[in-house]
């Protein structure tokens, strides 16, 4: 039998000069998360403000998630038979994704994946400057390379509701509301020559766009009565 000659001797593996990758692509996260609110109100009106943020660096550099959300209720009474409202919450979204795809186009296995398989004895750069490959996986990127790629999707929504309720006589109720709700979202993505799939293609960008916008409008009459303490009896049309 073919004795086992193994490819690096005891000391040059004592003193070989590694890459960690996981310390290249990993960070410490941060989540930072300030409410604000504010309400009040007297015997006829009512109203309520508020604010929130959420902010979250991710692990994984370069990686973020933010979302900033206000709200403003406003509940008034008209009269002895007549009360109104609105309410309006805007919310704004935006998310640096990575490279973390099990099967996706930016990575065939991900940037975690990756910082797990590559080389350790391989350093981040060659002597001209480029980011090295794995040749026992050829077609493998370099993990730190996949943190040059960019991909946001930005996503802003409004969500609005008003109602106006009359009640003419005790038990009769007349209702009308109407609120909408709008969305536009948009996604951009850019794979630079200097990633391995970007190389493949002579660089890749890509856009999306994407708007929505529903509203409902109702309007009901109610009627409840109670006869003799112990009946009841309840119309509703709408």
Do not use: C
């Amino acid at each position: 039998a073919t004795p086992f000659t193994p490819r690096y001797t005891a000391d040059q593996i004592a003193n070989a000069n590694t890459t960690n990758w996981y310390d290249l692509i990993i960070r410490t996260g941060i989540i930072q998360q300030p409410n604000l609110s504010v309400r009040g109100g007297n015997a006829t009106t009512k109203y309520l403000i508020s604010f929130n943020s959420y902010d979250n660096d991710g692990i994984i550099r370069k990686n973020s998630f933010s979302r900033y959300t206000g709200r403003f209720n406003l509940d008034q009474n008209f009269g002895k038979y007549i009360t109104g409202g609105v309410s309006f919450t805007m919310s704004s979204i935006t998310n640096h994704n990575f490279a973390n795809n099990s099967t996706g186009e930016l990575s065939d296995r991900g940037i975690i994946t990756n910082a797990l398989w590559f080389s350790p004895v391989l350093s981040v750069k060659d002597a001209s400057g480029n980011y090295q490959l794995n040749p026992n996986y050829p077609n493998m990127p370099n993990p730190v390379s996949l943190l040059e790629i960019t991909d946001i999707t930005k996503t802003n929504r409004y969500l609005a509701n008003s109602y106006l309720q009359i009640e003419p006589v005790k038990g009769l109720t007349v209702k009308a509301t109407l609120g909408f709700d709008s969305q536009n979202g948009q996604g951009r993505a850019y794979i630079p020559t200097t990633v391995l799939y970007g190389a493949q293609q002579g660089g890749r960008a890509d856009r999306s766009l994407q708007n929505t916008f529903s509203w409902q409008y109702d309007f009901t009459v109610n009627y409840s009565k109670i006869f003799a303490e112990a009946h009841n009896i309840t119309l509703l049309l709408g």
